[in-house]
């Protein structure tokens, strides 16, 4: 039975996504990253930053090539941690796909909401050193900002004199889907377009000594079986850095400029269930998946892909497929399930962050992508492995849960192609 949503009806603001922009270990732009995601490369390595190779954690995903003085003004990286610079840098290919300037004649059209788990670490933990090792003295007064969760947010904000409403998720890896819902509402309440995403830059040596009293981090020195969601050799997930912003607008302002539609975000739900197990993730992530089927008004049959949390940790793989059982009842064992994730890492916020990326594209593809590195699934999931699949693909479902108890669940739309 189809559903409606109230809400969503009586508002008549629907929110599309116009403009993408990713920065991800596996590739810098969207072109690079969804030709390597396609072909399922994985690119997990040995952690090689400074300050963390004698550390515990021995493989991660890192952003290679990145340069941040070619992509971010010097007046802006003196002040900002490298988590920001990826949400600069990333907002900025979004902006341009979407081909979305600012218009001083409505300095409040456009707002910004971004995602973080950990904030700026590497620059705290910089300016901590010098507080210690010199004096008060020596601490510059950007450390005020530039650890905090709501740094990204501020700098996007100012950079691109974005007046409009404003905000931050200072949330596990959930947050990256719970933007989009903040952003949807944002919209509906009258805001044209909304800036919205999630970065990490977790791999700094306070950041991953900070990792490592998760037990669901994975230690495994080999970067093809580190990271192995829904296997009998599930031994806990490798983070990784980078992330994807977005540009979501109301469409009948995207379609007034000419914007390119990309697809349309239909419904978003969120639950909470603690930390006491993952086994309680299942009713959690259940609900939210129906939440969110309903704000879309569909069916669990009309879902075509999914994209899993895929935490692996064997009790919460089970629990992710049993929730997808529970939400999608028989459609749950015909559905594609990927987790391209496992070939680049999981990038704690900004992790459903670049699933959103990923669903998208599939999307506009048709082409669901493979799970790097994973051969024999021990849960009744058709997860695609191997090769890319093409299918007719119009809706996907994007799942997180976060180490603190969050979940979440996503649906996008793919736009008719007399709609774009």
Same mark, same amino acid.
């Given at each position: ?135 008060? &003295? ?32 200072? &949330? ?141 940790? =064997? ?18 064992? &015909? ?36 799970? =790097? &590195? ?47």
């Amino acid at each position: 039975m189809k559903r409606t949503s109230p809400d969503r009806s009586t508002a008549g603001r629907q929110t599309v996504v116009t403009g993408l922009g990713v920065i991800a270990p596996n590739g810098v732009g969207t072109d690079a990253f969804w030709k390597a995601v396609q072909q399922g490369v994985s690119v997990l390595g040995p952690v090689t930053r400074e300050g963390c190779t004698e550390l515990p954690l021995r493989v991660a995903g890192e952003v290679a090539g990145f340069d941040p003085a070619l992509l971010v003004e010097g007046r802006y990286l003196v002040q900002t941690d490298r988590f920001t610079h990826f949400a600069m840098a990333a907002a900025d290919l979004a902006l341009s796909d979407a081909q979305l300037e600012h218009d001083p004649r409505s300095p409040f059209a456009i707002g910004v909401v971004t995602a973080a788990g950990s904030g700026g670490g590497e620059f705290g933990q910089g300016e901590l050193q010098q507080l210690w090792g010199q004096g008060p &003295n020596f601490v510059g007064p950007y450390q005020s900002i530039a650890w905090f969760y709501a740094a990204s947010t501020g700098q996007i904000s100012i950079r691109g004199g974005f007046q409009g409403p404003c905000g931050v998720l200072a &949330n596990d890896e959930a947050g990256g889907l719970d933007a989009f819902g903040h952003a949807c509402r944002t919209i509906r309440r009258g805001t044209d377009a909304v800036v919205v995403g999630a970065t990490e830059a977790p791999l700094a040596p306070y950041s991953v000594v900070c990792q490592l009293g998760y037990p669901e981090l994975s230690l495994a020195g080999d970067p093809h079986r580190a990271y192995l969601p829904f296997t009998d050799d599930a031994c806990g997930f490798s983070p990784a850095e980078g992330g994807a912003m977005f540009v979501v607008e109301e469409e009948a302002a995207a379609r007034r400029r000419g914007a390119p539609v990309r697809a349309v975000v239909a419904g978003h739900a969120a639950t909470f269930t603690g930390t006491a197990g993952w086994e309680h993730s299942r009713p959690g992530l259940a609900r939210a998946i129906q939440g969110a089927l309903d704000e879309a008004g569909c069916s669990a049959e009309d879902i075509d892909v999914v994209f899993a949390d895929a935490l692996g940790v =064997p009790a919460a793989d089970q629990a992710e497929a049993l929730a997808i059982a529970d939400a999608l009842g028989p459609h749950a064992a &015909n559905v594609p399930v990927t987790a391209p994730k496992t070939g680049f890492g999981r990038a704690y916020s900004a992790a459903s962050a670049l699933d959103v990326a990923t669903a998208v594209l599939a999307l506009e593809h048709g082409v669901v992508p493979p799970t =790097p &590195n994973i051969t024999e699934v021990r849960h009744d999931l058709d997860l695609v492995t191997g090769e890319a699949r093409a299918a007719d693909l119009r809706t996907a479902l994007v799942l997180s849960r976060g180490l603190m108890g969050c979940n979440s669940a996503l649906v996008l739309r793919r736009v008719p192609d007399d709609r774009r």
